[in-house]
């Protein structure tokens, strides 16, 4: 501290995830805690996930943040209420080396600047905000050498955005909504490490690259206000699926995880087109895919792949194993054939199609 300059930076890798029983609708909009519990599975970090550096000079006169290279305002974001969380849990730092010693007060009086990138297009209306979320609480807390554990930094997550939380951890993740107001049991618990069930693969199938048109923040809020069936869905099904799909990883059960994977979602996208005014987040072709995984997995009576669809159009399918996958990969170019001089990575499906 002092008139010297120097500058301390972090950096960390968060992974998106994907839910699997989704959360849809909160009972308190400022801390974010929801209706019911959740459950997600948390991605391979060379794919969705965003990367975050922090850094803390005495010379910054505010706290500024980039993301994907373009800065962004921070006054009255979600980043700022978990920049505060963190602040007030900073400890001190001492960098023998580089001769810098922080107090613990002095963290209220530095500020940061965030530079924050996605490996993976903003544009193509995949979960962003998990990711990012996470990987600001995760290596702020880094940088401030706050010494509480995932849990707690789990509930900072949480209040930039709800499926934050549940980027805390790696594998089967679940966010407990919790009981009190302040929301310090509305936290993420791991359910099973990234090794337990490492045979599923996950494909992701961009549907559409456009941004959807309602956010999940203005959805939910909607659905909450309007939709009877969230009620029936968030009190009365859930909780007994909640415990299903437990048990479902507990014992690595494809076929029970796969039913309750889709059931989960349609019934999420049907709480969607219950509220008023309805949202459509899926589209046609999202349905024929859906449609395709239900005729294969009742072809074979058993079922071979999963789908489920978030705040959007894109397919998330989730099969047992890699043999699986490439039998679903089959199906869906059988369907959906790309144009022949196209790379398959740029390739979008149904952009083509409506
Ligand atoms: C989920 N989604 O469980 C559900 C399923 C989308 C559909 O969590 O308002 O971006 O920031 O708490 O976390 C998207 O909602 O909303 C979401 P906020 P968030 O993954």
Redesign the pocket.
């Known amino acids: 501290s002092g008139t010297e300059s120097w500058i301390l930076m972090a950096t960390g890798r968060t992974p998106t995830n994907i ?1 699997v029983i ?3 609708g909160k009972r308190d909009e400022a801390l ?1 805690l929801p209706v019911n519990d ?1 459950i ?1 599975v948390t991605l391979d970090p060379d794919h969705l996930s965003a990367t975050t550096t922090v850094a803390v000079c005495p010379t910054f006169d505010r706290d500024r943040m980039w993301l994907n290279g373009k800065e962004i305002p921070l006054s009255g974001d979600r980043f700022q209420s978990c920049l505060r969380e963190i602040r007030k849990l900073a400890d001190d730092v001492e960098d023998e080396k580089k001769g810098i010693r922080i107090r613990k007060d002095d963290w209220q009086k530095l500020h940061v600047h965030i530079a924050s990138y996605n490996n993976f297009p903003t544009a193509a209306g995949l ?1 962003s ?2 990711a990012g979320l996470a990987c600001f609480v995760f290596t702020l807390a880094n940088l401030m050498n706050v010494k509480e554990d995932c849990g707690k930094l789990s509930s900072i997550a949480r209040q930039g ?4 939380c549940r980027s805390m951890y790696g594998g089967f993740v679940k966010w407990t909504m919790g009981k009190d107001a302040c929301g310090s049991d509305s936290i993420a618990v791991q359910l099973a490490s990234e090794s337990y069930w490492n045979d599923l693969v996950i494909i992701i199938a961009v549907v559409s690259s456009k941004q959807k048109e309602t956010s ?2 203005t959805g ?1 809020r909607d659905s909450v206000e309007t939709s009877p069936l969230l009620q029936h869905r968030a009190q009365t099904v859930v909780p007994g699926r909640i415990l299903q799909m437990e048990e479902a990883i507990r014992s690595r059960d494809f076929a029970s995880f796969a039913r309750l994977t889709c059931a989960d979602s349609n019934q ?1 996208h049907a709480v969607c087109l219950d509220t008023s005014p309805p949202i459509f987040y899926m589209n046609d072709t999202s349905h024929r895919i859906i449609s395709l995984v239900e005729r294969w997995n009742r072809s074979e009576g058993t079922p071979q792949a999963a789908y489920t669809f ?2 959007g159009p894109n397919a998330v399918l989730i099969a047992p194993n890699r043999k699986s996958a490439g039998l679903l990969l089959q199906r869906l170019l059988f369907c959906f054939p790309p144009p022949a001089d196209n790379e398959l990575s740029s390739y979008v499906m149904g952009d083509k199609s409506i």
Do not use: Q, R
């Not at 955005?161 to 934050?164: I, L, R, W």
């Open positions: 839910a989704k959360y849809w974010i959740s997600s979960a905000s998990a955005s709800g499926s934050a999940s923040t939910m999420f978030d705040a």
